[in-house]
């Protein structure tokens, strides 16, 4: 088990934290991109997490819609058809359960602007691409502890 000390040389537990089985909502892995979702789900289900994939906006839309117990979205930007950003406010005005899911950014685009244009439209979170072990681990904890906005 990792341990870290403080300035008093007390030790504590730096094992990330994980939910217990019962309380893991699922997670909605919104990807144009079959390997990206793959990578996604590897380095999520590697934490104990049950993941559910999209491949674009819509069907991220009736994926939430139909499925109860999503308590986070990765949601990929450049999508064609519905992007990120028009399905993160769609999500948003169609029902309280959307308008408070966690719902973090999944791009290439790191720029300034285009984090601002993500949490415009409601977005919580940012996760650059390529996704990382330690991203996912970063993202995943921080949303689940309530962070209002979450970057890796």
């Given amino acids: 088990m990792p341990t870290a000390s403080d ?16 309380t893991r909502p699922r997670i909605l892995v919104v990807d144009d991109d079959a390997i990206n979702r793959l990578v996604a789900r590897v380095l999520i289900e590697a934490r104990g997490y049950e993941v ?13 819609a139909t499925t109860k117990d999503i308590g986070l979205i990765l949601m990929d930007l450049a999508m064609p058809g519905m992007d990120g950003l028009e399905t993160t406010r769609n999500l948003r005005a169609q029902s309280r359960r959307g308008a408070t899911v966690p719902i973090v950014a999944l791009t290439r685009h790191i ?37 209002p906005r979450a970057h890796a």
């Fill in 111 to 147: 720029d300034d602007a285009s984090r601002r244009s993500c949490f415009d439209a409601g977005m919580n979170g940012f996760l650059p691409k390529p996704m990382s072990a330690t991203g996912i681990e970063s993202i995943v904890c921080l949303v689940g502890h309530g962070a």
């Fill in 7 to 22: 300035t008093q040389g007390r030790t504590f537990d730096v094992t990330a934290h994980h939910p217990a089985p019962a």
């Fill in 52 to 64: 559910i994939e999209a491949e674009d906006g819509d069907a991220a839309l009736a994926t939430f």
